[in-house]
């Protein structure tokens, strides 16, 4: 039987978990033994008597499957005596001609009944164990670091996964379900050929199997490297397409349609490239075993033929051999199919196993307790943090949030504001000095807890691709409709939402494309507003909007920072006016703070800050205006030189 099987892109993991998995496998290690062993508590779960008693009736059910398939070619031979009038020492019921072929078909029949039942046996346990570990992985990849996943690309993470589970269900169905039975079927025909035609033959057979196995070896070894090249391309391909299709607006306003095609096909190119040779190397393998596999058997069929004319063997021991070597030529075929599946699903598993042994570089200290007892007072104490040693973000901060105060943090780009809610986030640990809650270090305590604690309104909202009332729940997954309703109503978007054709089950596209800036940043709100946190981040929420819009939202944070400690990050000095105090962030240190009409008096930063933005929403009112005279057909004086009228 010759292997016609694609070589499809696939991947897995065979780690028992994210911080149990030992050694990174490679398809050049020849680590088939230690993958198997890290698959092996899902193929035998200790808390599944159910699956263990499936496997057990799986492996009955080959080995009866085996016995008669070594069976079946007896009934052939004696069918053949008995039609050459050679069968007179067989059983009165088998002489019969119509009786062996009917003995023969029916052992045919239950070989394929048998391998049938194992596999429908089989199929809830290979599915349990892909399932776990495809969960592992996931899993995984959200204790994570951020730093890791905005080092990563999505579509290339994506893929790396899709291939992995796949392959964990190839490696699992074809070492586990078929590889044992297929060694078993072996032996027994090696043992029949022994007992039927002496050792020569069986010499013969094992010179034609060393020869096959080595060779089907070395082929399968040059073709890792192929599989690697195509494998890389097929991710470097998902990649562009997902990026591109995720921009999908960008794409448009440049006119690059053509230029992201051209990107695409060069990697498809690179995958075609390497598909061919898959292919090509494939078929040279398929040849390869075709020619020893005939060698051998005409030899042996060429001695048994010989044989007869001399009178040492009949007619059916001619017929038998040739149905024996048939026989024996599927299981040896089979580990040619399964040694090349088995080096490819190790190729295609290597990058997700890759992922299961990076390190979270985020972890919960052992024995780490809940953050008890939350006010929401945050102190940040002599703050040092970098992304890279060789460039500090905060060098030295230092300021305190009482407990249902609002504080507001400004600065110029790049300042370092935001770094101070991915810190209190704990998405990065400080590299010096200390960031607490209610006077507990946020890294003495569980990720979990801190996260529990504090709501995010970010500047660029991305929603998840389901319905409305889907992404205000996501704040309290167990929120009753009616509590939905409510924080809808807070964060001023439930007519909105009722006057949508479908209201709270309308769905709101990819990343929430399909609603308005606004209206993103209020499901943020009422989302916020839901999960009732006792620490409030807003991070830049309105710097994205509009004046108009930017006024309307700002009235329902108000609502919503109410009685909560309040971390304002902003780009819009006029959204913090209002702040118990102001922190002028420069550089990454303390340049200012105090009150809003403090810190105009003083003079400084923020009071140039506040001034440039002054003249630009001046501006902004002025076109604004100009605009809506042009529509009367009044342009006054003063403002053209801010505004051409539309033609």
């Known amino acids: 039987m010759t292997d016609t099987s694609a070589t499809s892109p696939n991947k897995s993991p065979a780690g028992t978990g994210s911080n149990s998995a030992q050694k990174t496998v490679s398809a050049d290690e020849g680590n088939t033994l230690s993958t198997l062993a890290n698959l092996w508590p899902y193929i035998w779960p200790s808390d599944r008597p159910d699956l263990k008693q499936r496997v057990l009736m799986a492996v009955f059910a080959l080995v009866i499957a085996k016995f008669v398939t070594v069976l079946s070619p007896y009934f052939f031979a004696w069918a053949t005596d008995a039609l050459t009038g050679e069968g007179a020492d067989l059983p009165v019921f088998l002489v019969a001609p119509v009786m062996l072929v009917l003995a023969y078909n029916a052992a045919r029949v239950l070989a394929v009944a048998f391998n049938q039942l194992r596999d429908a046996l089989f199929a809830r346990v290979g599915q349990h164990a892909v399932r776990q570990l495809a969960n592992l992985t996931f899993r995984h990849m959200h204790e994570l670091s951020l730093r ?15 291939r992995g589970v796949k392959g964990i269900e190839s490696i699992v169905r074809f070492t586990i379900l078929n590889g044992f039975p297929t060694i078993l079927e072996f032996a027994i025909m090696a043992a029949v050929i022994w007992y039927q035609f002496g050792v020569l033959y069986v010499v013969i057979v094992a010179v034609m199997i060393v020869a096959y196995v080595w060779f089907t070896i070395k082929t399968s070894n040059w073709r890792i490297a192929i599989r690697r090249e195509m494998n890389d391309s097929d991710t470097d391909a998902n990649s562009k397409a997902i990026d591109s299709l995720l921009n999908f607006e960008t794409v448009k306003y440049f006119g690059n349609e053509n230029m992201e095609a051209e ?34 058997m005409a030899i042996c069929m060429a001695l048994s033929a010989r044989a007869v004319m001399a009178g040492e063997q009949n007619i059916g021991d001619f017929v038998l051999i040739n149905a024996l070597l048939m026989q024996i030529s599927i299981p040896l075929n089979f580990i040619g199919f399964l040694y090349r599946e088995i080096r490819q699903g190790l190729v295609d598993i290597e990058s997700m196993f890759d992922l299961l042994m990076v390190p979270a570089e985020i972890k919960d200290k052992e024995n780490a307790k809940p953050l008890h007892a939350v006010e929401g007072t945050i102190a940040f104490k002599d703050v040092h943090f970098h992304y890279d040693k060789e460039r500090s973000i905060l060098k030295g901060i230092d300021f305190e949030v009482p407990a249902g105060k609002t504080i507001a ?28 809650i209610d006077g507990q270090d946020v890294r003495d305590v569980t990720q979990g807890s801190v996260r529990h ?24 997954p167990d929120a009753t409709d009616e509590e939905v309703r409510e924080a809808a109503r807070m964060a001023q978007i439930h007519d909105f939402i009722e006057n949508l054709p479908h209201g709270y089950a309308s769905e709101v596209g990819e990343r929430g494309l399909k609603l308005s800036g606004g209206e993103k940043q209020r499901v943020a709100i009422a989302r916020t507003i839901l999960k009732s946190p006792p620490i409030l981040i807003l991070d830049e929420a309105t710097s994205a909007l509009d004046t108009h819009t930017e006024r309307e939202i700002q009235s329902a944070l108000d609502e919503v920072s109410q009685n909560r400690t309040t971390l304002v990050i902003a780009h819009r000095l006029s959204t913090v006016v ?34 440039r933005q002054r003249e630009a929403d001046e501006a902004e009112e002025r076109l604004r205006a100009a605009r809506e005279n042009d529509d009367l057909g009044i342009v006054t004086r003063g403002q053209t030189a801010d505004y051409v009228p539309a033609k």
């Open 148 to 162: 890791f996943h905005l080092a990563r690309r999505t579509g290339g993470l994506s893929r790396v996964i899709e």
């Open 578 to 611: 209002k702040a118990d105090q102001i922190i002028v962030l420069e550089a990454g240190q303390i340049a200012e703070r105090g009150t809003h009409i403090e810190l105009l008096e003083a003079d400084g930063l923020y009071a140039s800050m506040w001034a």
């Open 453 to 476: 604690s504090i709501g995010m309104v970010p500047q660029d909202t991305v929603l998840f691709n389901d319905t409305i009332a889907y992404n205000i729940r996501y704040g309290r």
């Open 409 to 436: 943090i400004v600065g110029p780009s790049g300042a370092g504001k935001s770094t101070i809610s991915r810190l209190l986030f704990r998405f990065y640990d400080v590299t010096g000095g200390a960031v607490e």
């Open 263 to 296: 990107r695409f096909d060069v990697s498809m190119a690179k995958y075609e490239t390497a598909a061919t040779k898959t292919w090509t190397s494939l078929a040279w393998l398929n040849l390869g075993q075709t020619v020893i596999l005939g060698i051998g």
